[in-house]
């Protein structure tokens, strides 16, 4: 069955790093778009980061640009969101999402499979 296994989450200082994996299985990860979203306490899911299904193309909420950066492994079936210079305000639960196709839209309506996630938090 189609699965994603969210990892690398933790406690992190302001202006430190974290790297979060994504790891899927059960569909043919190379033919899925993917992101990154995340839903802080209290409040709405948003999207954060995503990657083409072949990896060409990566796009950032405004928030995060600069900050972080999302790549993917189509080999290991894995996706990963680099998080540097991390804020308070980053503190959320963070999720992977997969959607069959090239293009990986802003949309979250628009993803198939969803990870159970990992929490961050960023504290001094």
């Known amino acids: 069955q189609v699965q994603l296994v969210e990892s690398g989450g933790g406690l992190a200082q302001p202006g430190g790093s974290l790297r979060l994996s994504c790891a899927a299985s059960?569909?043919?990860?190379?033919?899925?778009?993917m992101i990154w979203a995340r839903q802080p306490p209290g409040k709405r899911l948003e999207w954060v980061s995503g990657i083409y299904s072949d990896g060409s193309d990566t796009n950032y909420a405004d928030s995060v640009k600069g900050r972080f950066t999302i790549s993917r492994d189509n080999a290991k079936n894995t996706v990963y969101l680099q998080m540097n210079s991390l804020k308070p305000e980053d503190t959320a639960l963070y999720y992977c999402a997969a959607n069959w196709g090239t293009i990986a839209t802003m949309k979250l309506n628009d993803y198939d499979y969803w990870g159970q996630g990992t929490q961050v938090t960023v504290s001094s």
């Open positions: 059960g569909f043919t990860f190379s033919s899925y778009a």
